[in-house]
């Protein structure tokens, strides 16, 4: 069945399947055919990609997804003063990155995000994040790079199952279960989860009136979770997955300190339901095949906005009612030995409803559609890859509530990849693409309760990058530097009015340049070591045609190394270090950038393993933020102290 995102779009972006009668004995391709799933990968894949393996994500220990953030090269987490955390990749923000789960879109249209802190992380086993402007078969909007969570796949002819606790500081604890059975037609997985903590304590430096206690004020979490993924192969050509997906949360927002006009927020329903169906399909008549995906998605929220820090006096109520549907076809035929076509539609249509007590919940409704057709052709030779694709995105806005409507909008994608095999451990890609993101509906019309003025001339962002990149490769290093540059026009920026409050406008044109180091080193299995580093330069362009107006949230250093050591066979300690430095934000009530303070975090791990019983148990201790750090991803929202966790894992 299919693994993640990147084995159903990179699988036929990046992947090339033939008979043996067709392959030369010089190719430099590598695959094989397990079931129909096609999971061989080029020696020389033409996307620029990163993988996060099941063996960090199982030791980052995460509550939630917004955890593993660290664990990504270039990726910072930040959370925002709506209380959401999101992720960040080489100064773009959430709303130009694609989230997939098992090939799933799972951004909400309506403002594309979701709230990675909400999504369980204990089903995760592996992330891919794909760098640059996507292939035009991914459809629209992703601009600066797609990241897809892949959920755990039950093993052929194997029962499994895994039991975990955790519990910490602040009334913090977590249960999580998951059981799997693998057959050669039918396979099945079911996963359960629940979180919930009082709040995270701040680091003891931290001094302020309006937190004068060491809880962060209104942090609590309470969620409930539930996954589901059935695997049926019908015959050796066609196989399917049934995936059902339910987030049932409640959380505080914790109000911004220091800034003129406060969030007092509540989610007492955060609830996210999905249910979707994937499958490849192989045409035994030709080598062509066909990877199709449709899911169904709704989204209920309701914020309470109160007074103050009382919480007590409700001031007004939004309520949030989405339903979105959405469909990805993608058809690959192999034309010949060394080359290949691929064609795709992706499709999403989605519906929000929104009411407000100030309006007597009267109900508003907005609609989106958006449609996207691509095509990419793939030729492979022995030393080297080309691939190159155009696509066009629709989109159109039947209704926009009580505001004005909005034209339909058409315009095109370019992608091209360039990978040459210098020898059998170098190889050296070039990349680039020219790509859309059309603004979201709340971008455009929402006032998110006052906060801010909206900008319904707000037009589409147009992205023009390019990366070079040089991979080395042996069997237990790797490495590989990136150059990396991205022109924007009409880039969609925030700016502080004189009210108290924020208005989104088109910048002419934003620059971003950097270098991205990403290495990795193993030794036996007893010593594992990762090192990343990132250099960004984000400016926009000012009224005199220059390059040096300042942009926020977008750290010029990104830099983490973790070390992964088994002192003996039953004992393994780990070592996190993150380091991000030159950031600048905007706070409410100010027009002008200030420098956010740099930062250095530490983190230790240290865990017993044994075995009993035909029974796997791992014991660990997690003391997270080493030296009590007091640090900000976002001006006026101090972010957690040290704090420890003791936790226990049992699989068989």
Avoid: C
């Avoid at 086993?125 to 640059?132: A, D, M, P």
């Avoid at 088109?506 to 990343?532: A, C, H, P």
């Avoid at 930062?599 to 009993?612: E, P, T, V």
């Amino acid at each position: 069945m299919t693994r993640n995102l990147i084995l159903s779009t990179i699988l036929f972006s990046s992947l090339l399947i033939t008979t043996k009668a067709q392959v030369k004995e010089d190719s430099i391709k590598t695959y094989r055919l397990k079931d129909v799933t096609i999971m061989g990968i080029l020696e020389l894949e033409p996307e620029s990609f990163i993988k996060i393996a099941q063996t960090e994500i199982k030791k980052a220990d995460a509550g939630g997804v917004i955890d593993l953030g660290s664990k990504i090269p270039s990726i910072k987490a930040q959370t925002n003063s709506r209380g959401e955390s999101l992720f960040f990749f080489r100064g773009s923000g959430e709303r130009q990155i694609t989230l997939f789960m098992d090939g799933i879109p799972i951004n909400m249209p309506w403002d594309n995000r979701i709230d990675l802190s909400l999504l369980p992380a204990e089903i995760v086993s592996e992330i891919t994040l794909l760098k640059g402007i996507s292939p035009a078969i991914f459809g629209a909007n992703a601009i600066s790079g797609v990241i897809n969570i892949s959920s755990i796949n039950p093993i052929e002819n194997i029962r499994s199952g895994k039991f975990s606790i955790q519990i910490g500081e602040t009334g913090y604890n977590k249960f999580s279960g998951l059981y799997s059975k693998g057959g050669e037609k039918l396979s099945y997985l079911i996963s359960a989860g629940y979180r919930k903590s009082d709040g995270y304590k701040l680091p003891s430096s931290f001094l302020s009136s309006a937190n004068p206690t060491k809880e962060r004020l209104n942090s609590y979490i309470n969620s409930k979770s539930v996954f589901g993924k059935i695997n049926y192969k019908f015959s050796n050509d066609y196989s399917s997955d049934l995936i059902f997906s339910f987030i049932d949360s409640k959380k505080g927002v914790p109000p911004e300190i220091g800034v003129a006009n406060q969030r007092y927020w509540q989610y007492p329903e955060w609830k996210n339901i999905i249910l979707a169906a994937n499958g490849n399909l192989k045409f035994s008549e030709s080598q062509s095949y066909l990877f199709y995906s449709f899911s169904i998605n709704k989204f209920n929220m309701q914020i309470n906005q109160y007074k103050n820090a009382s919480f007590t006096t409700i001031d007004d109520i939004e309520k949030n009612n989405d339903l979105v549907f959405r469909t990805r076809l993608i058809y690959t035929n192999i034309l010949s030995g060394v080359s290949l076509l691929k064609i795709a539609l992706n499709g999403q249509s989605f519906r929000h409803k929104e009411e407000f007590l100030s309006s007597n919940f009267i109900s508003q409704t907005y609609s989106e559609n958006i449609l996207s057709v691509g095509a990419e052709y793939e030729y492979v030779q022995n030393k080297y890859v080309l691939s190159v694709g155009s696509g066009i995105d629709w989109i159109g806005t039947p209704k926009t509530g009580d505001k004005p409507g909005k034209e339909s909008l058409t315009d095109y994608a370019l992608n091209a990849a360039f990978v040459y095999l210098l020898d059998n451990n170098f190889s050296l890609r070039i990349n680039g693409g020219r790509k859309t993101r059309f603004p979201t509906l709340r971008e455009t019309f929402s006032g998110a309760l006052g906060r801010f003025v909206p900008n319904p001339s707000l037009k589409a962002e147009i992205a023009y990058s390019g990366e070079t990149s040089l991979s080395y490769k042996q069997l237990n290093f790797t490495t590989d530097i990136s150059i990396f540059l991205t022109y924007l026009k009409d880039g969609i920026v925030r700016i502080g009015l004189p009210k108290k409050q924020f208005m989104r406008i088109n910048k002419d044109q934003i620059r971003t340049y950097g270098l991205e180091l990403v290495s990795r080193y193993y030794n036996n299995n007893n010593l594992r070591s990762s090192f990343n580093f990132t250099f960004l330069s984000a400016m926009s362009k000012n009224d005199l045609g220059e390059f040096k107006d300042t942009l926020e949230y977008r750290p010029q250093i990104k830099s983490s190394f973790d070390l992964d050591y088994s002192i003996s066979k039953n004992l393994n300690a780990l070592l996190e270090l993150e380091y991000t430095g030159l950031e600048f934000g905007l706070k409410e009530g100010s027009t002008g950038y200030q420098k956010l303070p740099d930062y250095f975090l530490a983190n230790i791990r240290a865990a017993y393993s044994f075995s009993m019983n035909e029974l796997d148990f791992e014991i660990y201790f997690r003391l997270n933020n080493l030296f009590d750090r007091l640090y900000y991803t976002q001006f006026g929202l101090p972010e957690a102290g040290r704090h420890f966790l003791i936790g226990a894992n049992m699989e068989f």
